[in-house]
């Protein structure tokens, strides 16, 4: 209920009625619902409604054409496999790093976030073109460690899953990091101390309090990362070997290519049911709304 | 018949005298013959002639006010058509272009089924304007278009004729062979006579399949229906040494660089490899798959009539073969004469009894089996 007291306290005037526990500054974000409602939703739902009948009764036999290629299966599970160890990659690298970032100076603290960020500031094509110049049998690694004598053929670094994973972890790291250091800064340097007047070692009071307590930073950039990793397919096909063919190519050439959009868009709904578990699944193990909540300009 | 005849009969003197007239700037592409004006009245004996067509390709009217639009690929491909057919054509016309460069097969469907068409004219790869097509694109009006001398082994269809032609080529790496000039096909698949690796479009129906089973024997008149196993087979004896490329810029970069001694790929990134990158770069025509894009008309195009006589204006032999003073791309029609400069490059100059043509209608209806094949082949 709008009391007098209440419309003092604040001054602007109420948007959506006055229920008491409604924050109505989230009126605010109603623009921005909206314009997901329409432009994302909706097209989305139409999309995925398109995947039955289309051709006209079709039924479920886009899903039955997919699940009756195995090659197609496959993929969809290698899709899963390569998102799985980038996520991991980004995890091992991205970690320490961010931890580096809570303990160094702020302006050093600042650099190492500029150095993270770089890569954003630049296309996901050249990047992957880069690491193609870099990492083929006639590119500047081998050729070096030729040049050098240290070995006498060229190294498989590309057309390899590890160049896909090299690839994405470098473009998908910022994602893992800046969720992992949005949640390391506020943990209370106190803990840590407490834990030492206790007895604890350094690394143990890295491990029992320090870990732990980071842990929602560490679901929240892998659920990113993992999810993002989901869509690529461009670097996996300039990077990665015959096998490293992710879903979205194929989805891809059924809807640029073929037209054939009811099975192109039943794969992606497979794809974005099975993210949706996903996200499902992490959102019972951690609450997202703390972790995405927890912005870097905070305190 | 007689219709035929006379409306593109008339359609010449129409243009001739609005050529005079309206004193073209000396295009290269303006038609200068007077021929048609000679020609005598339509006559019983003349019907549709090819020639007849043809003239009245050559010689579209004016089309004071038009605006058509026109999608092609980007780049200097489209610049290359932009030169040879648009600009003499608004010369010629009076017709004005506005230009797009991102023609794709979905937008084309999304502007049908959406009832909001824009585009008139679209350049399309040989995947597109089959008769599975037929209910995004208008038939197009073979009265106005010279039919007879487009090149038939180009996959026309009611709803497409190729415009440009270009070969899917064996592309070798001189300094990676060791000078060793591979013959064809079969020593793209024989590593230990030249080894190296090998370049390779990441496409089911890019031309792969089919190499590899002229590598195996088939004769380029026996390819279809393909022979999956085969060809799987075959590909798996190179598999180790297979490097996909997705882009026409990978392919050149890949045998301009070495990385792969031989590839597959689009006899004009070969070209460019050789004479824009200078590399040594070398093309074995032998066994080629000679192929063309298209121009279609999407259905419920806003200026039908006017894209249908622009489409045969590119078509006709006078123009047809412009592009080729700008890119290593063939004419389509039989009778036109490609820049001399540049005819050795060309795909159809240098097809023979070993070059392939894909067969679309085939390779549309059976996608999904052949691209099953493929990925299973991949991951197998």
Known sequence: MATADEARRRPWPSLVGARPRFNRWSALALPAIVFLIVVFLIPLAARALRSVPDPPGAGLSNYEQFFAQRAYVNVLTNTFWIALLATLACLVIGYPYAYLMTVVPGRLAGLLLIAVLLPFWSSLLVRTFAWQVLLRDTGVINRFLLDLGLISEPLTLIRTTGGVIIGMSHILLPFMVLPMYAVMRRIDPEYGRAAANLGASPVSAFTRIFVPLSLPGVLAGSLLVFVLALGFYITPALLGGLKDQMISQLIVQQIQQRLDWGFGTAMSVLLVGITLAFLFAASRAVRLRDVFGSGLGED | MRRHATVPAFLAIVALVTACSGGGGGGSAAPSSAAPASEPAPSDSGGASPSAAGSAACNPPRQEGVTLSFTSFGGVYQEAQRKAWLEPYTELTGVQFQEDENSSNATIKTQVESGQVTWDVVDVGNDFGLDVHKDLLEPLDYTLIPKDE??????????????????????????????????????????????????????????????????????????????????????????????????????????????????????????????????????????????????VIPKGSPNKDAAMKFIAYTACADVNAGPSEFIPYGPTNKNATANPAMVNDLSVTNADENSAYFDDTYLAENFDEIDAAWQAWKAG
């Open chain 2, 150 to 295: 487009l090149n038939a082994d180009l996959g026309i269809t009611d709803y497409r004729i190729p415009d440009i032609t270009y070969g899917v080529v064996l592309a070798y790496n001189t300094e990676a062979t060791a000078g060793k000039v591979p013959e064809g096909w079969a020593d793209y698949f024989d590593t230990a006579k030249i080894p190296g690796k090998r370049g390779a479009w990441d496409y089911s129906e890019g031309g792969m399949l089919e190499f590899a089973l002229m590598a195996d024997g088939v004769k380029p008149a026996d390819l279809y229906p393909l022979d999956l196993e085969r060809a799987t087979k075959k590909l798996d004896t190179i598999k180790d040494d297979i490097v996909f490329w997705s882009s026409g810029a990978e392919s050149q970069e890949l045998i301009g660089s070495g990385e792969v001694a031989m590839t597959m790929i689009w006899n004009g990134r070969g070209w460019s490899a050789k004479n824009i990158d200078k590399k040594p770069v070398e093309i074995q025509w032998n066994q080629q798959i000679v192929t063309a894009d298209y121009l």
